[in-house]
């Protein structure tokens, strides 16, 4: 049997369990509570297993693996960045974030201003943030087909990406909160033990040494003249051909990983799924137990498929280095287990790539689409008079248009590094999403003006430095690359624009009289008892 065949087998069990998952959610769904958060039902533990499922995306498994094998020492940086993160979004928002909403980020944005600026500025935050972040998943699935099923045409990797924007969309309309989370446990397992089986197989190749692997890695994949530049800082960020601009484009990225993961819309609903704030800071422990155990494996990961693969076969396979963990998996079970090992290990490890695309692409889309109906559409739109039914129709009715557009952007961004593309979702998140969080939640005196402020300046920022980057034009590897319009010169905006986020909210705020002192009395003690957590919000 084949490795495209071994693969399909697998990766439709998958999707045929998952499906099953899904309709045996949508059938336990029946309030407004069900589908945005799984009516509160879920354990810490529970919801830790999810957090990891929905924060170990392709980013992680495809995109870190990849960037470690093409630019060794420099690519573990994208590790460290998402760990750290975690623990700003544990000390700074997990439990108020859970204690002070209902269902959305809105929630808590808008409780002590007034709602319809706020929630619609939140709302759009949201779904801007999602869809870069689904970019990602949709490049990750293009290209793990591609090697999977030997398609090495556009088109069948475009028909590819419909494919999965299509299930994403069964999975959010029908299943809801509870059937994404589930679908993002049984992910989280797949894949922790899909990485944990070849890391345990690479460090038994080289006797458990991992000197001798970080060797074998800078002498297959490092420069001739001096391999051991391979392990050392600056192949891919602040090197001396960059300048001063890289040294910065450096900071500007590490800022933007730290600090993005708390304003992350889909992360940020996942603490609305428990019922008490203790299972939230369980949760977010698990989680960070279960992220970093993950985050250790890449390191053996893309070293190991520097190693034993090559630079140039990852770069040939991809020149963005995304399928640098399938291409590891099945040369080690070439090397092990002969080539039927090979087949095995590539389909095993394709399937669980393509499992880990559909979980996270799930809670993304759910995110955007309950930022869409509960924020834009019940309260913006109808002034707080929609029935909990209508919000969720609406809700099931803007995932299939996220979806679309998801599908769209990720045919267009094709041949980007999916670990680089989820760098600039945080950077948007960290710029637009973080400070009015953070402002809401310790700032007495912020207010309306200061929230919408903060929420557009940071994003608009953002963006326009975004499309005005190398990403977007003038260089190989930009989506236009007969275009040249790039006059920011930092490849990620973070240094710029969240800072510019935090100058937004305070200067709004100073220069608006508007202050509700009772209201964020109430709001502090919510945040830190919990009390009144689960009450409908002022429309």
Not at 139 to 158: E, M, S, Y
Not at 227 to 234: Q, R, Y
Not at 425 to 436: D, E, I, K, M, Q
Request: hydrophobic share 55%.
């Amino acid at each position: 049997m084949s490795s495209t065949t071994l693969g399909m087998i697998l990766f439709l069990t998958f999707v045929a369990a998952t499906l099953g998952i899904t309709f045996w959610a949508s059938r336990q769904t029946k309030t407004a509570a069900d589908y945005y958060a799984g009516g509160r039902s879920f354990s810490g533990v529970q919801n830790g297993l999810a957090i990891g499922g929905d924060y170990m995306s392709a980013a992680s498994f495809l995109g870190i693996a990849g960037i470690i094998a093409l630019s060794g020492y420099d690519g573990f940086l994208y590790s460290i960045g998402f760990l750290v993160a975690w623990l700003v979004a544990l000390l700074l928002v997990a439990e108020l974030m859970r204690n002070s909403g209902k269902f959305t980020m809105a929630d808590v944005l808008a409780f002590r201003m007034s709602p319809r600026p706020v929630r619609t500025a939140a709302g759009v935050s949201t779904i801007v943030v999602s869809i870069f972040y689904l970019l990602a998943q949709m490049v990750g699935a293009g290209a793990l087909v591609g090697l999977l099923l030997g398609i090495d045409d556009p088109a069948g990797k475009q028909w590819t990406i419909v494919a999965v924007g299509a299930l994403m969309i069964v999975y959010v309309v029908f299943g809801g909160m509870k059937g994404t989370t589930w679908v993002q446990i049984v992910k989280a397992v797949l894949l922790m033990g899909g990485a944990a089986l070849v890391t345990v197989l690479v460090l038994g190749k080289y006797g458990f040494n991992l000197s001798s692997l970080l060797g074998q890695a800078a002498a297959t994949s490092g420069p001739k003249a001096n391999p051991d530049a391979f392990l050392s800082p600056g192949g891919k960020y602040a090197t001396e051909a960059q300048g001063l601009a890289g040294k910065i484009d450096l900071i500007s990225l590490g800022l933007a990983l730290v600090l993005g993961t708390a304003g992350l819309p889909h992360i940020l609903i996942r603490f609305y799924t428990v019922p008490t704030a203790k299972d939230a800071r369980k949760s977010v422990l698990w989680g960070i137990g279960i992220i970093g155990v993950f985050y250790l494996l890449t390191l053996v990961l893309g070293f190991g498929a520097a190693a034993l693969v090559g630079k140039t076969a990852i770069a040939a396979g991809d020149p963005a280095g995304n399928t640098a963990a399938p291409m590891l998996a099945q040369r080690i079970g070439e090397e092990i287990f002969g080539p039927v090992g090979g087949t095995i290990l590539l389909a095993l490890i394709g399937a669980v790539a393509f499992a880990t695309i559909l979980a996270v692409v799930a809670g993304l889309t759910l995110a955007s689409s309950s930022s869409f109906a509960h924020d834009l559409y019940a309260h913006v739109f109808r002034r707080g008079q929609a029935t909990e039914r209508q919000e969720v129709v609406v809700a099931r009715l803007s995932a299939l248009v996220i979806g679309a557009a998801a599908i769209g952007l990720g045919i267009l961004a094709q041949g980007q590094n999916v670990a680089f593309l989820v760098a600039l979702a945080f950077a948007v998140a960290a710029s637009g999403n973080l400070p009015a969080i953070l402002y809401s939640l310790f700032w007495k005196r912020f207010n309306t003006a200061g929230a919408v402020s903060a929420i557009y300046g940071g994003l608009v920022s953002a963006l326009l430095l975004v499309i005005f980057s190398p990403v977007v034009s003038g260089g190989p590897t930009a989506l236009f690359k007969t275009a040249d319009f790039a006059w920011f010169p930092l490849s990620n905006p973070g240094i710029i624009s969240i800072p510019l986020g935090f100058l937004c909210g305070w200067l709004g705020t100073v220069l608006s009289k508007e202050y509700n002192a009772a209201k964020y009395a109430e709001i502090e003690v919510r945040s830190l008892t919990g009390v009144g957590a689960e009450q409908a919000t002022p429309h």
